[in-house]
């Protein structure tokens, strides 16, 4: 069974060691004790929004990026398959809309795939 809580710790450990970063370092930034952080990063803790929040901007991650890889190892664990891309509806209505430019930037900006 996935447990959520164990899900976002492992994202948080993982963005933290590819920093190089330690656990005093995160915690001192994001102003949450060292062992709470730790206990979040083991699953053990259930943290809050705010918490998510204080700990993503200590690592310079969007709280987005963090909960989209949470998402998708849970899919994962799951049995789902994960698109790689943008649907292509949503491409087709961007394309439609009355900004083209706008709406061809959005595709290829901000709505491109992640990683």
Same mark, same amino acid.
């Given at each position: 069974?996935?447990?959520?809580? &164990?899900?976002?710790?492992? !994202?948080?450990?993982?963005?933290?060691? &590819?920093?190089?970063? /330690?656990?005093?370092? !995160?915690? $001192? @930034? @994001?102003? !949450?004790?060292?062992?709470?952080? $730790?206990?979040?990063? &083991?699953?053990?803790?259930? #943290? *809050? %929004?705010?918490?998510?929040?204080?700990?993503?901007?200590?690592? =310079?991650?969007?709280?987005?990026?963090?909960? &989209?890889?949470? *998402?998708?190892?849970? @899919?994962?664990?799951?049995?789902? %398959?994960?698109? =790689? /891309?943008?649907? #292509?509806?949503? /491409?087709? %209505?961007?394309?439609? *809309?009355? =900004?083209?430019?706008?709406?061809?930037?959005?595709?290829?900006?901000?709505?491109?795939?992640?990683?």
């Amino acid at each position: 069974m996935v447990v959520l809580r &164990r899900e976002i710790g492992d !994202v948080l450990r993982d963005a933290r060691q &590819r920093q190089g970063r /330690t656990l005093r370092e !995160v915690s $001192s @930034a @994001a102003r !949450v004790s060292l062992g709470y952080l $730790s206990e979040v990063e &083991r699953g053990q803790k259930e #943290a *809050s %929004s705010e918490l998510l929040g204080s700990i993503c901007g200590a690592l =310079d991650v969007p709280l987005s990026l963090v909960l &989209r890889e949470v *998402s998708d190892r849970i @899919a994962v664990a799951e049995g789902l %398959s994960i698109p =790689d /891309t943008v649907p #292509a509806e949503l /491409t087709a %209505s961007l394309r439609r *809309s009355p =900004d083209s430019g706008l709406a061809r930037a959005r595709v290829r900006g901000v709505l491109a795939p992640v990683g």
